[in-house]
C-alpha cells in the first residue's frame, strides 16, 4: 500500500506498521518480524538477488513477496541501499504530515515498514543486514556485549573492553569476523558490492565484520558522500549493490532527543544529496540506478534523572558477574554462580512503572533474538535476565575511574517502542528522488579521481 506523492500518509500505512506491532502472547511484547517483514530479511532478498547461485543462503528468509523490491527480477543497473541511522517509520510520517510534498512525503509515497531487529540498535542491525541473519544467530546482540572469549564486556564499535579507551585494543593479528559474529557477510558468500562509510571507521573491527569482502570507500562530509556515490555509479561496470552509511540524525538525536526538527532537516539533507547524485549521473543512469532508503532503529526520549544507575547502586552490582551489557533499554544482567534468584528479586524491587523485567532463556525462546540456530556462545553472552525500560528510562553504567558523557543524552534507542521497532524501506529509482525533471543530457559527468 502507498499513497500519491505529495498527500499525507494515509490511514493504510499507520495500520500496516501497527500491525507489526502486536505484542507476543507469551512475552507481553512485540517481536521483529524476522520471518519476512524485518531488515535483515533485507539482506536475504540481496543474496538471493545479487549473490552466486551455489552460495549457502543465508539463515533468514528473503523478504515477504509484496515488500520484495526486486519482485524476483535483476534489477537493470546497480542497487544502492542507504542506511539514514536513526530513520524510524513513525517519525518518517509524523514529518510527511508536516510538510505535505516535501520531501518526507515523497518518501512516504515509494515506502512500507518493516521491524528492525532486537535490539534496536546499531551494531546488531547493521550486522543483520550485512549477514541476513537475526541477532541470535549472528551474536552480535547489542551495543556492548560479553565475550567469553576475552572475558570481559565489549564495546563493539571500538572493539574494546567496556572503560578502555584506546579502541581496537582487542583486534590483534589472529582477529577475524568470526571472532564476533557466527555468520559470514553477503559479501563474503560472494555477493559483489561496495560499502561507503564515513572515514573514521576505515579499517575498524566493526567495518571489517560487517564489511567483510566488499570494496570500502571512505568519506568525510555530504558533499563528499554524494561524490562517491557519483564516483562509484559512473564506472563502465558499477558494482551491483551499494551500501551507503549516513549517521547525523542519530547523532543530533542523541545530543538533542529525537525533535521534530531533526527529522525534517535531516530528511531534506538527504533527499537533496540524493537528488544530486541523481543529476550529476545523468536520467538514463538516474533512472537504471535503483535506490533503497532505510534506518536500523527509531529514537525516543531519554532523561538523566530517569537511569537505574547500576554503578551507583552497590548492591545490585555485588550481585553481577559482569557488567550490564547490551543497551541502555534493553539491557543484559548476569548474576554471579548461585545468585540468579537474589539478582532477579533485586531487579524486581527497581523496577518503574512500565518496565519489563524478562528471564533470559524465555526471552530467547520467544523470538526476541530470533529463530534457531543460535551462535554457540549465546547463552554466555546474553547472561540471566533481560530488562526493558520504558521511554525516558534507561540503565547506564560507567566503569569506575572513567569520565561520564559530556552531554547527557537525550534521546535513545534499544527497545521495543513502536518509534524505535520500526523503520521504512522507501524504494524507487533514482531518478525518482530528484523532485524536479532530470534534464535530457549528463551534468558534467564523475569527480575527479581520489588521489
Known amino acids: 500500500m502507498s499513497v500519491t506523492a505529495g498527500s499525507p500518509p494515509d490511514r493504510h500505512l499507520r495500520s500496516e506498521g501497527t500491525a507489526l506491532l502486536t505484542p507476543s502472547a507469551r512475552l507481553g511484547v512485540p517481536i521483529p518480524a524476522y520471518a519476512g517483514r524485518s531488515l535483515a530479511n533485507l539482506a536475504s532478498s540481496f543474496s538471493r538477488t545479487f549473490g552466486p547461485s551455489k552460495a549457502e543462503p543465508p539463515p533468514l528468509p528473503a523478504l515477504a513477496s509484496d515488500l520484495d523490491p526486486f519482485q524476483g527480477r535483476t534489477p537493470e543497473g546497480p542497487t544502492v541501499v542507504l542506511l539514514v541511522d536513526g530513520l524510524g517509520w513513525t517519525a518518517l510520517l509524523d514529518s510527511a504530515d ?23 540498535t546499531t551494531t546488531v542491525a547493521l550486522t ?7 541477532p541470535g544467530q549472528h551474536g552480535v546482540v547489542g551495543h556492548r556485549v560479553f565475550l567469553p572469549r576475552f572475558g570481559t564486556v565489549v564495546e563493539l564499535l571500538r572493539m574494546s573492553p567496556l572503560g578502555v579507551s584506546v579502541p581496537e585494543t582487542l583486534v590483534g593479528p589472529d582477529w577475524s569476523p568470526a571472532t564476533v559474529s557466527g555468520v559470514p557477510s553477503l559479501f563474503r558468500r560472494g555477493t559483489p ?18 564489511y567483510d569482502g566488499a570494496e570500502f570507500l571512505a568519506y568525510a562530509t555530504a558533499s563528499d558522500l554524494a561524490l562517491s556515490l557519483v564516483d562509484v555509479l559512473s564506472r563502465p561496470e558499477p558494482p551491483p549493490l ?68 547500576v554503578d551507583q547502586d552497590p548492591s545490585l552490582f555485588d550481585l553481577l558477574s559482569h557488567p550490564p551489557a ?48 543460535y551462535h ?70 564523475g569527480s575527479e579521481p581520489r588521489r
Open 376 to 445: 554457540p556462545e549465546l547463552s554466555e553472552r546474553l547472561g540471566d535476565f533481560l530488562l526493558l525500560m520504558p521511554s525516558p528510562g534507561g540503565v547506564s553504567y560507567t566503569v569506575p575511574g572513567t569520565r561520564p558523557r559530556s552531554h547527557p543524552m537525550r534521546g535513545a534507542h534499544g527497545g521495543l517502542e513502536p518509534a524505535e521497532l520500526l523503520v521504512p524501506l522507501v524504494h524507487g529509482s533514482l531518478a525518482e528522488f530528484a523532485p524536479a525533471p532530470l534534464p535530457t543530457t549528463q551534468l558534467g559527468g
Open 242 to 309: 551499494v551500501f551507503a552509511y549516513w549517521d547525523d540524525l542519530d547523532v543530533a538525536e542523541h545530543v538533542r532527543g529525537p525533535l521534530p526538527d531533526l527529522v525534517d532537516l535531516e530528511v531534506d539533507r538527504v533527499d537533496a544529496l540524493l537528488s544530486f547524485v541523481a543529476r550529476r549521473l545523468g536520467p538514463e543512469r538516474a533512472r537504471r540506478t535503483s535506490l533503497l532508503v532505510t534506518g536500523d532503529h527509531g529514537q525516543v526520549p531519554m532523561a538523566a534523572d530517569r537511569q537505574l544507575v
Open 128 to 134: 543483520s543486514l550485512s549477514t541476513g541473519a537475526a
Open 98 to 120: 508536516r510538510a505535505p510534498g516535501g520531501a518526507a512525503s515523497r518518501w512516504v509515497s515509494r515506502a512500507r515498514p518493516l521491524t528492525t531487529v532486537f535490539p534496536t
Open 326 to 373: 547490551g543497551d541502555r533499554r534493553a539491557t543484559y544482567f548476569a548474576a554471579r554462580p548461585g545468585r540468579v534468584a537474589a539478582l532477579g528479586e533485586a531487579l524486581g524491587t527497581r523496577l518503574p512503572a512500565g518496565a519489563r523485567l524478562l528471564e533470559m532463556d524465555e526471552a530467547v525462546e520467544g523470538g526476541l533474538f530470533g529463530p534457531p540456530p
Open 193 to 210: 558490492g561496495v560499502a561507503v562509510s564515513r572515514d573514521r571507521y576505515a579499517g575498524s573491527g566493526f567495518t571489517r565484520l560487517i
